[in-house]
């Protein structure tokens, strides 16, 4: 480990600022929804007592196959043995952001050098989507997470270690991790002194991913094929882009250990055909990795010439850009029938200024939870018209609901809301139900209202109840699985 | 800045090879530690490269997404501002407010080309008057 510098001082006082804001800001986690799905699966996992191949929480009474890997659930389900599931939550949602930033800021230190790492973390920090995609996106903020550790035990020749967190990738994400495998294996081609090793790793992490792997292509059709939005819809925040580009071509010309960010970043360029808008927030990491790359040779450049002054500028102009880049954000924005240039306020900034939409959890979804769990025995499903807020109410109650979340796996049969026990009904789909179907609310008794949501019984008597799976992975194996891997890590780390 | 000059400036004489690499490690010259030098070729080289990919995929995305509807209200705003002005000066501007008509109806037509066109005709009509 290389000893602290002034650069250093500099990268840990950005990540430590924008902690402290963030923890300020404590409001807004969980950000979005996202996190309510994975809350569902860690209380379903809990409550079946371990780790089950079919979602009994959504989709009930039949469910459908649970194809998300569940590396993230392991986890969240060892905190909830603690700490209550919201608290989770906004852990998990809160703690994505700062963990990119070490995680990237102790890779490009070690691999690279100090300088590079300062800037790389700078460079993360400026985009505020990609602030939001960490709180957001919280499986693959996990993966995004693990890649820089991935890649510096690739580097630094500690398979063990670089076994273990390719697995846990594999294990956290149904894609992003084979980006970060597409990323080492065009790296193995071109590097001959870390190709042996790549493969090692790459085989036996897929071979260890094995059964979940064979779970998802027996199931593959169960995936949509679906693309979420259009190639023309972006958000390009045009400092750590234009920085990129150069890192890019830079790297591509120093060749060695540079390739690998090159390779990686351009292996994140496939998101584009599935996910368009999270290519422009998850590329952050690998643009940064690049940018961070370029600006430091820049800075060497510029101090090369000032024989007495060389160090002393040089610093300069590393705090100068730090305040820049944290005052200004120049982003071009892109819709199918329109673009504009705009300057947007980079992380630090939004944080400070608070403008953030705050959380879902509010007192309005406690209320819901409250009469969910105060009108429905365990066993009973629930209806309502706004799945992800069903997610929510899952997590908190335990009961299970006759929608869903996660779109790109589809129930074969969908039960129609009639079978559900409760059914939550926002004021203006039961305006429109009112006025068109009136007499399918005849069999309905109110038991209580909300701002936006009122909530009915069934008067007659309901069937339908969820089946817990059977367990195919029990709780307590997996979180031994979860201190062995961490225990071979560090074991690995004091090793050397 | 070589190793020997940064060596002369902290005062140093005739260190060696390990004193030189805890001395530049100290001094944030990372850069410079284990003989690796900056290449002013291949950083000027990847600057334009850099440069011509990013200019490349913003004028890609900008002509991709440009629309002659968004260019439309743009400068439906510039002859607003224009007429403001001509209004304000006592000039007739009865014969562009009829063009305006028109491209409006264009607009509303969806015949966003055509609206273009004409607006563009008042906003010249405009700054001829």
Redesign the interface.
Known sequence: M??L???DGLAMGIILVSTLLSLWRLNIFPVFVDIFYHMSVTKGFSIAGGIVLHDFWEFAPLGRVHLYPPFLHVIMGFMYRFLPMITVGKIISFIMFPLVQLSVFLYVREVF???TSFYTVLLITVPFNFYRSQALTNATSLVLVLTPLVFLAVEKRKLLSSVILMSMTLYTHISMPHIVSAGLILYAVLNREKRKLILKTLGISYLLFLPWLIHVLVNSKEISAATFGTI?Q?E?H?IP??????????CF??KKHYYLPAMYFLSMIIILYKYPMRFWAHMALGISILGGI?L???E??I??????Y??TL??SVAVILMICFNIFDPV?T??????EFDNKDPTIMTLLKGNVQPSLITPETMELCRIVEENTNPDQIFFITNPTIGCLITSLTGRSQILGMWHEVQPEIKTPPAAAKLLIFDNKFLDNLRNKKPELLRNLKYVGKTERYTAFLQNRPVKAKSRIPKVVFPEILAYILLFSGIAGLIFDIRRS | ?ERE??LK?LGIKEPGKEEIESIL???????L?GGKK???K??S???I???L??IL??ST??F????S??EYRDQVRIFKKLLKEKRYEGKDVSHVIDLSRKAEIAYRNRDYKQALELIKKAIEELRRL
């Open positions: 290389k000893r510098n002034r650069y050098d100090r300088k023309l972006s390009m045009l882009i234009f920085f990129g580009f150069i890192g890019l071509v830079y010309l120093k370029s430091s040779e820049i060497n450049a101090i090369r010439n000032q024989k007495r060389g160090m040089g610093f071009f892109t819709t199918p029938i329109g673009n | 800045m000059d940064i400036e490690e100290k001094e944030d010259m990372d850069h530690v900056i290449s002013k291949k950083l080289l990847a600057f490269g850099g440069t990919i990013f995929l913003i995305f900008y991709l997404t440009s629309s509807e968004k």
